[in-house]
């Protein structure tokens, strides 16, 4: 494997400096503990009784990351790891319910049928993969709840201010950020690639603010604004990935993106109202019981004259708001 040790380092905070204190006085000699004391970890034990050891794929925590491309790469990372203990530690079981994750079981520091211990130091705790047992190691201490998946993910709140110790994994950075600006790049590269009258569709589709006179460059920037945040912001589609909504709209049959940017553009013209529930309604008069369902009936080939008719009367809007 291309990564041959894994690495969790000591967090090193800053300090006041006008107030003395054991932490700060230790902060300025670049230490965050007293020289030879450690912190003793032990596998992480989930309120369902499993433990989260770093060889599930199936794992509670593993459900809960958000970003595609990390969930990916971790399920990835999980598998490989897996197949080398197994090969490694032959019949014993580590398994997620299995007692060797229960160092209370051990008989002693040498009992091999369960986990021991580690204690982390100050600095750098490197583990050597050559050796299974520190591999093993270093897979359940690098999804431990109490050590921050990274020191930017540390720096960002996702982990308590408290927490004392890192995973160093500069290998996985690296790959989660190629991954990312590869999609980034190829969505780029595909918006480019489209008709300046599609390039609008898909912005609008977006949720950005897109009119039919809005400059070609500026609807470029906008698009690809939006593709480097980690979420989409707007009120229309809070919370969802940019690339991924970026593709579903791209990807999208040509009549089916239109329908829904007719359709969009009717309800900013006041041609149709989307109630709260999603109810479209035409005047006093419920046409669709949501967006989607309206999309469907315009589409459909026995519809043509009410999607002509939609047609003209945005063009009308359009012409009176001249």
Do not use: C
Not at 185 to 190: E, I, L, P
Not at 296 to 306: G, I, P, R
């Amino acid at each position: 494997m291309s990564n041959k040790v894994g690495k969790i380092s000591s967090i090193l905070k800053e300090f006041n400096s006008q107030i003395q204190t054991m932490q700060s006085s230790l902060a300025t000699k670049k230490l965050t503990r007293i020289p030879g004391t450690g912190v003793f970890k032990f596998p992480y034990k989930e309120l369902d009784g499993t433990y989260r050891t770093g060889l599930d794929e199936n794992a509670a925590y593993i459900r809960r990351i958000q970003d595609p491309v990390e969930k990916e790469l971790e399920i990835k990372r999980i598998l490989e790891v897996k197949e080398r203990m197994k090969n490694a530690f032959g019949d014993i079981d580590l398994g997620p319910k299995s007692k060797f994750w229960n160092h209370k079981n051990s008989l002693s520091e040498n009992d091999a049928t369960h986990v021991q211990p580690v204690k982390l130091m100050d600095g750098d705790n490197v583990f050597d993969f050559k050796s299974p047992a520190q591999e093993l190691n270093f897979a359940w201490l690098r999804v431990h709840p109490t050590i921050a998946s990274s020191f930017e993910a540390w720096e960002k709140g996702e982990y308590p201010s408290e927490t004392q110790f890192f995973v160093a994994d500069e290998f996985r950075e690296n790959e989660i950020a190629f991954s990312k600006k590869k999609a980034i790049n190829t969505a780029v590269a595909k918006f480019t690639s489209m008709t300046p009258e599609k390039q609008r569709k898909v912005a609008r589709a977006m949720g950005l603010p897109v009119s039919d006179n809005t400059l070609e460059s500026e609807v470029y920037n906008l698009v690809d604004d939006l593709l480097k945040l980690s979420e989409v912001k707007n009120e229309k589609h809070a919370g969802q990935k940019p690339i991924d909504l970026f593709n579903r709209y791209a990807d999208m049959k040509e009549q089916i993106l239109t329908i829904k940017d007719l359709v969009e553009q009717a309800i900013t013209h006041n041609i149709y109202r989307a109630k709260p529930g999603g109810k479209v309604y035409e005047g006093d008069a419920e046409i669709a019981r949501d967006k989607d369902d309206l999309v469907k009936f315009l589409a459909d080939d026995d519809n043509q004259d009410a999607l002509l008719e939609l047609e003209d009367k945005i063009k009308r809007k359009k012409i009176a708001a001249i």
